[in-house]
């Protein structure tokens, strides 16, 4: 099994609102990954986790708030985004640390704000 | 700083055509480096890679190799189709966990 899911596929929430993004991968990866991808662009890197504690924040706004409550869970919480927050959430995740390994890529939720 | 430089597209080929997408690096270290393809309303999909020089990654028709000397790893493909219209992502690791892509490069096949 070489996949990573995400849910929701789709998600429309307020600036007000509070809600969670999921991610789930059952590799035995122990790295997961939080990116952003605008259209048209390349995605840009938010948070790693590495066996279940933050190794990067990519100076996100704390407005992401990025949980690994297990090696195969990811979340990312979100509460009052702003429109520009709008994009596709991308979650990777990768055997360990090392520079040569494979990020195997969910399809995304697409996200957004109003 | 580590960086990736795709030729810009979008690149439209009729199907059959060759194809090639310049890719150049720079990076301290001696980077791993990856093509990875996004198809519409999809995430990214490895498509190869490659992890030391002159190492040559292939996968699916298309190929790259690692060049060193001119630190490229430009993607290939003899005979393209409709199906791979797409966006290619030029990316590489030079350490730790931070990948650094290029800006991608749009593929329209026509059939």
């Known amino acids: 099994d070489t996949e990573v899911t995400q849910t929701p596929k789709h998600l429309v929430m307020g600036m007000t609102n509070k809600k969670s993004l999921k991610c789930e991968q059952h590799?035995?990866?122990?790295?997961m990954y939080w990116y952003k991808q605008k259209a048209k662009k390349p995605p840009e890197l938010m948070f790693v986790?590495?066996?279940?504690?933050?190794?990067i924040n990519e100076s996100v706004p704390s407005r992401f708030s990025p949980e690994c409550p297990n090696s195969s869970l990811l979340n990312l919480h979100l509460h009052a985004l702003q429109p520009e927050d709008s994009a596709l959430y991308l979650c990777?995740?990768?055997?360990?640390?090392?520079?040569?390994?494979?990020?195997?890529f969910g399809p995304g939720t697409r996200l957004t704000v109003l | 700083g580590d960086s990736v430089t795709q030729m810009e597209g979008p690149v439209t080929l009729s199907e059959e055509a060759f194809l090639t997408i310049n890719c150049t690096y720079t990076a301290t270290g001696y980077p791993s480096l990856f093509w990875y393809v996004q198809y519409p309303g999809e995430g990214l999909q490895l498509l190869l890679k490659a992890t030391k020089a002159d190492d040559k990654g292939s996968n699916k028709g298309f190929e790259a190799t690692y060049r060193k000397e001119t630190t490229s790893f430009h993607l290939e493909k003899g005979s393209v189709q409709v199906s791979d219209s797409a966006v290619y992502f030029c990316a590489l690791i030079a350490g730790g966990f931070k990948t650094i892509f290029g800006a991608g490069t749009r593929l329209f096949v026509k059939a």
């Open positions: 986790y590495s066996y279940e504690k933050l190794s």
């Open positions: 590799m035995g990866h122990r790295a």
């Open positions: 990777a995740s990768s055997q360990e640390d090392a520079s040569t390994d494979t990020q195997y």
